[in-house]
Structures are given as C-alpha cells and as structure tokens.
C-alpha cells in the first residue's frame, strides 16, 4: 500500500485517522491529505460553540482553509453527516471525533454505542473519511471521574476507529508519523 505525505496527490483510501495532541499540527495535515480529492471535500465540523475562545478558533479554521471546501456542523448525528456528504464520492474531513465525543458525553448519550454506529456507517459511506482526534491518554492521570471517562471514552473511540482505518498518522510538531 503507498504511503500517504502531505502534498501529494495520491488517492485517499476509504478510512484515514489523523491523531495527535493539541496545535500538534492534526487538522492542517487532514486538510492536505484531503484536499486533492477529485470529487470535492467537505468540512464536518463537530464543534459548538460555547464561548468567544471557540468561536475564536473556529475563526481561524476557517480562514485556514480555501474557499472550495464546504462545511457541514455535525455535533452529534456524525454517521449520517458522513454517509450524505460522501453520497456523491466527495471526500470528508471530520475534525474532530474528540469534540464529537466531548458533545455525546453532555448529550448524555452512550459512547459506545454511538461509535459503533459511526463505524456501521463508514461501510455505507461513498467517498473516503478522514478523521482528525485529539490522542488524549498521553499525561498524567485526570483527578476527576468525568474526565477519566473522557479519556478513557476517547482512547477506545481512536483505537476503534483506527482498526478500521486504511491509514492512521500521528502528528507531532507538524511531522506525521505513519502508524498504520
């Protein structure tokens, strides 16, 4: 299998994860790696914004990216987002699972269940994904029980999202590292 860099033009296999730790450089390389797709691309944006910082960062993300991309908000319905988005063999970026997870968690919705329906729906999916997610379990422990949930939640979803993935990358300092 060809190995995918930024920049170049190869074809996006069906599944790509993107990983890496905050401003590591995740989302830019996803945005290259997507971009050339012949079919178009489109932006599933999982974020809600709660505040001025976010939306501030929303700001930039999208003054980042050219003007063809087309963005949808999925924050919560993923999996039927990707499914219509790639019906006509565009590519999808969504950025990111961690914010989507972070949204399913308030929501009170079950993690497990909700990634497992997103996986259902990548064998229904017309075009390829890439997804970006925050790799979370590489600090210290978190104090609290909400926040253990979160990383614990955050690493299956990755890990389960990444066994069945094409390509899966990690990004640090803006270098991704081919894991798989």
């Excluded at 920049?7 to 995740?26: D, E, F, N």
């Excluded at 926040?147 to 299956?156: E, I, K, L, N, S």
Aim: hydrophobic residues 45%.
């Amino acid at each position: 299998m060809a190995a995918i860099t930024a920049g170049t033009t190869q074809p996006l296999p069906p599944v790509t994860l993107v990983l890496g730790g905050a401003r590591s450089g995740k989302s830019s390389f996803g945005e290259r790696i997507t971009v050339a797709h012949p079919r178009g691309c489109v932006y599933v944006a999982t974020a809600e914004i709660g505040d001025e910082e976010m939306a501030e960062r929303v700001r930039k993300h999208q003054a980042r990216r050219e003007a063809h991309w087309r963005t949808v908000e999925a924050p919560l319905e993923l999996g039927p987002a990707i499914v219509a988005e790639t019906e006509q063999g565009a590519a999808v970026l969504v950025d990111c699972l961690t914010l989507w997870l972070s949204n399913l968690m308030a929501a009170g919705r079950d993690p497990a269940k909700e990634s497992e329906d997103l996986v259902r729906a990548l064998g229904q999916a017309g075009g390829p994904v890439v997804f970006v997610s925050n790799e979370v379990g590489l600090g210290i422990v978190p104090d609290n029980a909400l926040a253990r949930a979160f990383r614990d939640h955050a690493g299956r979803l990755n890990q389960r999202v990444a066994e069945v993935a094409d390509n899966v990358f990690f990004v640090a300092a803006g270098l991704p590292l081919r894991l798989k």
